[in-house]
């Protein structure tokens, strides 16, 4: 790596993987934003030389990568490795143009430990609220969740990722001899509403793992009647992982799935009004959507608020190249955008296209 101040050797806690934007936003790395788009979350993320422990088949940490790519991106971007005190200094120099942290863990003995130690560094030296995306594998009590809490984290991510039991056990567990559990994510996901508070907790969900829509609308329910918020990504197929050759998800079963979570996340529809046909697709939101989609709201990146309690965590470009179609939106949608939008949503339906005219 060119940058003088990157590392290569070290782990965690003395060094820490930052993503490009992050990097970009501290001025360690050069370059611009489409769109003039701001990063306001600073993402962080432990490194060890034996990698994450866990299989998962979609991700970039994921062990049976080859080494030509092992590591050199997480979610489809890269994340580029610093000590963990530059992080601090450049931290505390741009802050002003930050509103939150998130921390995340990966699967690994020691991350536990170092998570608390950072956070209770990251919370006595900079004032920004701290969110930690916490590995459930290797919280086995609710004094670790206590724990967490007390170091400095005021939110707590679960990236559950999949939407049923049995594309979790595929792609995360036995069918990948993967150490993960599906009970045991809901299991921290409800104990932390129970630690953290209501609202204060989310649930990582990706669109396009073979589920269908109604199972996805399902999954947004049942995290919202645990009192948590779920945070939608949509697949998109990482270089070396052994869901490489998998397709993303269309546009059009994201932008509904991007819509359903919106209203029901913000109490304003529920998965037992929505109306699915015979191939399980939202046809029916049960509400007069057009509000909704006129405000371009419900599309942009969902994350973590900032102390402006407005989204922080908008992963600029996370989920797409930077180009005329974004699946998430870091920035508030513009008329354009929202006519884009309106031509996606309903895009893909193989039948019931009739009911979604808009009302006025």
């Known amino acids: 790596m060119s940058n003088t101040h990157a590392c290569s050797q070290s782990e965690s806690p003395e060094v820490i993987q930052t993503s490009l934007a992050a990097a970009m936003t501290l001025g360690l790395k050069g370059g611009i934003f489409y769109r003039d788009a701001k990063l306001t979350c600073l993402n962080l993320l432990l490194t060890y030389q034996e990698g994450c422990q866990g299989r998962c088949a979609y991700c970039g940490l994921e062990q049976k990568r080859s080494e030509k790519t092992k590591g050199t991106t997480f979610i489809r971007v890269a994340w580029p490795t610093y000590s963990f005190d530059l992080i601090l200094e450049r931290t505390k120099q741009y802050q002003n143009s930050l509103q939150r942290i998130c921390l995340s863990m990966i699967t690994h003995k020691r991350a536990m430990e170092d998570s608390l130690n950072l956070i209770a560094r990251l919370h006595r030296e900079v004032n920004l609220?701290?969110?930690?995306?916490?590995?459930?594998?290797?919280?086995?009590?609710?004094?670790?969740?206590?724990?967490?809490?007390?170091a400095g984290a005021d939110q707590l991510g679960v990236s559950i990722d999949t939407a049923t039991a049995e594309i979790f056990e595929k792609y995360r567990g036995?069918?990948?001899?993967?150490?993960?559990?599906?009970?045991?994510y809901w299991e921290i996901l409800s104990k932390g509403v129970a630690v953290f508070g209501q609202g204060q907790v989310s649930a990582h969900l990706i669109v396009g793992l073979g589920e269908s829509e109604r199972e996805m609308v399902m999954a947004f329910q049942r995290i919202h009647d645990l009192g948590a918020v779920a945070h939608l990504f949509s697949f998109y197929p990482e270089p070396g992982s052994a869901l490489a050759e998998k397709a993303a998800p269309s546009l059009g079963q994201y932008r509904r799935m991007q819509l359903a979570r919106f209203l029901i996340m913000n109490d304003m529809a529920s998965a037992e009004i929505m109306g699915f046909n015979s191939f399980e697709q939202v046809y029916d939101f049960g509400i007069n959507v057009e509000p909704f989609v006129a405000s371009g709201q419900p599309f942009r990146t969902s994350g973590c608020p900032g102390k402006d309690g407005e989204t922080a965590c908008n992963r600029p470009y996370g989920?797409?190249?930077?180009?005329?179609?974004?699946?998430?939106?870091?920035?508030?949608?513009?008329?354009?955008?929202?006519?884009q939008i309106r031509g996606e949503l309903y895009a893909g339906l193989m039948e019931g296209v009739e009911q979604f005219e808009f009302e006025g």
């Open 319 to 339: 989920n797409e190249r930077p180009g005329i179609i974004l699946a998430n939106y870091p920035f508030a949608p513009n008329r354009q955008d929202v006519e």
């Open 174 to 184: 036995k069918g990948v001899r993967g150490p993960h559990r599906w009970e045991h």
């Open 129 to 150: 609220p701290i969110s930690i995306l916490c590995a459930p594998t290797l919280i086995h009590k609710t004094e670790d969740l206590h724990k967490l809490k007390e």
